[in-house]
């Protein structure tokens, strides 16, 4: 038994980590995006069609809220500028795979675009904040139909001295009509501004009116509501609003909801839902089909019922299509609109199938960067710093094994495996120093050389001889052997030196993707 010293390829390991890096890189910040949406299908392609039937695909977006310097104050300037890149980054990658994957005919975003959009700020800075908004959410140079609704982050809640008077006039000039309707695929899309309403709400309430005895404020969300509900001829409505319906405190949001429930109540600036009677008005005076709010951040289900007619209404409260929002998996909503056309055989329209709506969810962008990218960075850590303490310390010893037998068939003692030399003195000399004065091996220049290892026995009386080609004795171009090269390298100094190779190419792809990324 003899013991060696297996030599360590630094090279291929820092190549291998190396590799490996760039493929997680390139597949978490690009792949995971498009693998994210590849179940994510129009609610219509699941159904049967119905001959002569048209569709509407709409996408429906909540609360990108963007943030600004504004958004976390606590945070420091470097910190801010970091938490408002990487968010604007994932919001481009999240929008761009699912725009330009499902190619909607139209799109709605139930609110709150800006995280500062109500605060006091200059001009010049809230149309700096405006285009920043409208670089992230590009739609190219054909875009679709969008349509916007006011939320409490973008208009403000209540009389507050944080709020910009200007918030109102500045949402109109740059987003459109607060309250307002549309007809879509032979449905009424309706869009009500719910802060507004809430404050109108409070006014009404404490003046003691009811909303029919109610002076509705000119222009209000009031007005708007009894208004369309007096136009007659809609066809199904789809009743948009930021803020979701009031429900019972204890009322289920189903399966697909992260955590908790939604529950009433209000803040600075805020308030988690509508209140009963404000809710019963909108159902009682425009009896949607569908319901789709924003506000919460994370999704829910509810089946609200009119107390009049028994009547079940379904509300959707779409998930946030932001990381910054407290869920794990931010998401958005798709919604199709199914419209028949009639035949000549029949003047009237034919019974319109009611609206149909599927979550899509996108990756979990802080779990890659908690769950993923540090653990690896600590793997990759320990193995350096493990690969390069075993190679200050002269490599990995391993030992080989080899048994000799006699005319008799009696084993010898086991011994090592020999170099390449024809003489049965060699069996002998293996057990030897080789002496001073025998020459090193070395390589010509443009190849290589590698002693045999030969191993001799006796079999059946005959002896019997094995040659196998040495591994570890490939010889390269340079005098230096490498191993001798590696190990005159200390070990932190060789620790740092393979941190810095292996790092920097996969950086390097990180930020060329984020640069690509924000340039569209």
């Given at each position: ?113 800006m995280d500062s959009g109500r605060l006091s700020m200059s001009n010049t800075e809230y149309e700096a904040y405006f285009k920043r908004y409208q670089s992230i959410f590009n739609m190219g140079d054909s875009?679709?139909?969008?349509y916007y609704l006011p939320g409490n982050h973008d208009v403000g809640l209540g009389n507050l001295p944080q709020f910009s008077l200007e918030a109102h006039m500045r949402y109109i000039s740059h987003f ?345």
């Open positions: 038994m003899s013991s060696n010293k297996l030599p360590l390829d630094r090279g291929l390991l820092r190549n291998g980590l190396c590799t490996a890096w760039i493929l997680a890189v390139l597949w978490l910040e690009l792949g995971a995006f498009r693998f994210a949406l590849h179940y994510c299908r129009w609610p219509d392609t699941r159904q049967p069609q119905i001959p002569g039937s048209r569709i509407v695909r709409i996408l429906v977006i909540a609360d990108p809220q963007i943030i600004d310097r504004h958004s976390y104050p606590g945070r420091g300037p470097l910190l801010s500028t970091l938490s408002q890149y990487f968010v604007d980054l994932n919001l481009r990658k999240s929008w761009d795979s699912a725009f330009h994957r499902l190619r909607p005919h139209a799109v709605v975003v139930l609110g709150d675009m875009p679709p139909p969008v459109g009509s607060r309250n307002y309707r549309r007809t879509v695929g032979n449905h009424t899309l309706v869009f009500i501004d719910a802060p507004a309403l809430v404050e109108e709400d409070v006014l009404r309430a404490e003046s003691g009116h009811t909303f029919d005895s109610w002076p509705a404020l000119s222009n209000g969300p009031v007005e708007f509501v009894k208004q369309t509900a007096s136009a007659g001829s809609l066809g199904p409505i789809v009743l948009f609003t930021h803020i979701p319906l009031s429900r019972p405190s204890d009322a289920s949001c189903g399966p697909l909801r992260e955590k908790g429930t939604i529950r009433q109540g209000y803040g600075f600036g805020y308030q988690n839902t509508l209140v009963d009677g404000t809710t019963e008005f909108l159902l009682q005076s425009l009896k949607p089909s569908l319901v789709m709010s924003g506000d919460d951040h994370d999704y829910c289900e509810y089946e609200h019922t009119i107390a009049s007619s028994d009547e079940k209404i379904q509300e959707v409260t779409v998930k946030s299509i932001s990381m910054a929002m407290g869920i794990r998996r931010p998401g958005f909503q798709l919604l199709s609109l199914i419209s028949t056309v009639p035949s000549p055989d029949h003047i009237t329209q034919m019974p319109v199938p009611p609206p149909l709506h599927a979550l899509c969810l996108m990756p979990d962008q802080l779990g890659t960067y908690f769950y993923i990218y540090i653990p690896l960075i600590l793997l990759t850590l320990v193995v350096l710093l493990a690969f390069n303490i075993t190679r200050a310390n002269g490599g990995i010893r391993y030992q080989t094994w080899g048994t000799k037998h006699s005319r008799q068939g009696t084993p010898e003692p086991p011994h090592e495996l020999t170099r390449g030399n024809s003489s049965h003195a060699a069996d002998a000399e293996s057990f030897l120093p080789e002496p001073a004065s025998k020459p090193r091996e070395h390589c010509s220049r443009g190849r290589s050389y590698s002693s045999p290892w030969i191993w001799r026995f006796s079999l059946a009386g005959h002896r019997r001889r094995i040659t196998l080609p040495n591994p570890f004795g490939i010889c390269q171009r340079s005098r230096v052997d490498r191993r001798s090269s590696q190990r005159d390298v200390g070990g932190l100094v060789g620790f740092l030196q393979d941190v810095g190779m292996v790092a920097w190419p996969p950086i390097l792809v990180f930020l060329g993707i984020s640069f690509w990324v924000m340039r569209w």
